[in-house]
């Protein structure tokens, strides 16, 4: 497929121009931000080793794979119940440029398998979660759509390789996490039905056992993904009892061993608002051969697994909607001229500049901060294991909201045209909808953040250490703002135990988990920006930090101005690309 050739009137590097875009950037290259984070994280080595397949991705996101991303967009996916001989046999149809992003992505990059698979772009071992997440965030700027088929088939294999048997694993496994596109096995994740999303417990999928194998009665209502060709999804076993205890884990392929198609059918896809590269579908299922994965009266904890990982990965994409939307509200407001000066320039775009950044910022850093969790976790750390456990639905609950404020927000820095297909701006908006969707609707995730994590688990008390833990490596930061951090931490902390502690105070579910979202960003950013510091020199980070105490978890005066001279210095230091030390970081942290 030959994409067509980007009109240069259209580049970002001529001011005055009514509507330059990002066409062409290198969104690594434009994001040192993502580079400062990964250096914290990784160790050295296997930073220096990705960074130039980073560089390469940054380079593609903003080129090639933004235009296949554009008409895979607008050319949807097509389903075929019949094939060219009159045969019952159902396939679905691709445009070219959803076929090159699945190259990119699973042959190219191998993102799907980087955790999973030795050997990924020529590295001998497995790359840790925070690197993995680093290519999700480069690739979903240019194609949200396919992060979901990347994401459930990286799930798929993870379920498979700790649950699934040995007869299983040495079926399915490899065709899971191949780059080899001829031998790849994309993965689908079924659950959703018609009587309930998020009631699990509800579903009325059968599983009747035949032998080795059980047979599938019913339907799934969501299936993205839909012609994948391994499945995992949740079913009741016949005899089973009520509620999520009586639910099973099972595989189940597309084909069968004599390469028929299994016995379910894809009833119609999905006409929907956003990422419609990707197809969606109802499910029928008519006999369909699966096999169980697991114990089965352990299938809904699981699968809860895959879920859990899919709201990180949820997070990170959605972080990548905000920064994509940021790099093209500051492409514009940088370029274009009006009424005799850049947009840039003109007090209110800088205020609205500033939420777009804070939020984007505050994605980014939660994000990693979730995955180098998840990364300590696995290396069998407790602590870092009850942290993911709070931070998890905390960062898909928040980022996934501020997403669509942010796409939109950005959108309205274009004006009129950004309403437009022809940008990328109304896509970004269309698809920043789904997040907050995707693995449990906004109160779902807020009352598994309270109940659940803190109510169940007592991983408040690991949230709170951590913070603290980084407060006290971050000794270059003035003592004074460090006391209000912790001051502000142990707040947060205490008011999430309260509203976890009586079912009565669960409508302060979504602004608890709110203020734990912003509390954790506030300190990351203090802990970053002193780290950044000591590697070259830059502390701009840190002033995120008070930009969130005084914008997120301050009460304001509706009648007081609030952009004092402080306010907007800060403003212009995180607008500009000058560095700045600790000591003139210390002074308006702490300014009036």
Avoid at 224 to 235: F, H, R
């Amino acid at each position: 497929m030959q994409p067509r050739k980007q009109d240069r009137r259209a580049r970002p590097d001529q001011p005055g121009l009514l509507a330059p875009d990002t066409s062409g950037m290198n969104f690594y290259r434009a994001d040192p931000a993502l580079t400062d984070l990964l250096r914290l994280h990784l160790p050295e080595a296997t930073f220096r080793h990705i960074e130039p397949h980073l560089d390469r991705l940054g380079a593609m996101a903003g080129g090639h794979l933004d235009e296949c991303a554009r008409l895979a967009d607008r050319h949807t996916p097509v389903l075929h119940q019949r094939d060219k001989f009159g045969r019952d046999v159902q396939w679905i149809e691709y445009h070219p440029a959803y076929r090159e992003l699945e190259r990119a992505a699973f042959g190219e990059f191998g993102i799907h398998a980087m955790s999973i698979r030795k050997g990924i772009l020529g590295w001998p071992d497995k790359y840790p979660v925070v690197a993995k997440h680093a290519f999700t965030f480069l690739f979903n700027q240019a194609e949200f759509g396919l992060g979901c088929p990347i994401n459930v088939t990286d799930g798929c294999a993870k379920l498979l390789n700790n649950f699934g048997s040995e007869a299983l694993k040495a079926k399915y496994l490899d065709g899971l996490t191949q780059t080899d596109m001829g031998k790849l096995t994309q993965g689908g994740q079924f659950m959703t039905e018609k009587e309930g999303g998020s009631d699990v417990g509800t579903l009325t999928t059968r599983a009747v056992q035949e032998g080795d194998h059980w047979r599938l009665y019913g339907e799934k209502w969501f299936c993205s993904n839909a012609d994948a060709e391994v499945v995992m999804l949740l079913a009741r076993p016949e005899g089973a009892g009520p509620g999520t205890r009586g639910v099973g884990l099972f595989l189940m392929p597309r084909h069968l061993d004599d390469g028929s198609q299994n016995h379910y059918r894809i009833v119609r896809l999905k006409d929907k608002l956003g990422t419609r590269s990707m197809a969606s579908g109802e499910i029928k299922f008519e006999g369909a051969i699966a096999y169980a994965v697991g114990k089965l009266d352990r299938g809904f904890v699981q699968m809860a697994e895959m879920v859990n990982s899919s709201r990180l990965s949820n997070g990170v994409k959605s972080t990548a909607l905000m920064r994509r939307a940021h790099h093209d509200a500051m492409t514009v407001a940088r370029n274009r001229v009006v009424f005799g000066s850049r947009i840039i320039d003109k007090p209110l775009a800088q205020r609205q500049l500033m939420k777009i950044m804070l939020a984007t910022e505050q994605g980014l850093s939660l994000s990693f901060l979730t995955a180098d969790a998840l990364d300590r976790a696995e290396a069998g750390s407790q602590d870092a294991a009850a942290l993911l456990r709070i931070l998890t639905p905390t960062l898909k609950f928040r980022a996934t909201r501020d997403a669509r404020k942010v796409c939109g927000d950005a959108l309205e820095m274009r004006g009129g045209i950004g309403y437009i297909e022809e940008f990328a701006t109304a896509r970004l908006l269309r698809d920043a909808h789904l997040g907050s969707i995707w693995e449990g609707t906004g109160n779902i995730v807020a009352i598994d953040a309270l109940t659940r994590a803190i109510g169940r688990h007592g991983a408040d008390g690991a949230l709170a250490a951590d913070l603290h833990a980084r407060l006290d490596d971050s000794a270059k930061v003035p003592a004074a703002w460090r006391d209000r951090l912790r001051g502000l931490t142990d707040r947060s902390v205490g008011f999430a135990r309260e509203v976890a502690g009586k079912s009565d105070n669960e409508a302060d579910a979504r602004r608890a988990t709110s203020l734990l979202y912003h509390v954790a960003s506030a300190v990351a950013f203090a802990w970053e920006g002193s780290r950044i510091h000591e590697m070259r020199g830059d502390a701009r980070r840190l002033l995120l930090s008070r930009m969130v105490v005084d914008h997120r978890l301050s009460a304001g005066d509706p009648f007081r101005l609030t952009e004092s001279a402080a306010q907007r210095a800060i403003t212009a230091h995180l607008l500009g690309e000058r560095a700045i030390g600790i000591a003139e970081v210390g002074e308006l942290l702490t300014a009036a």
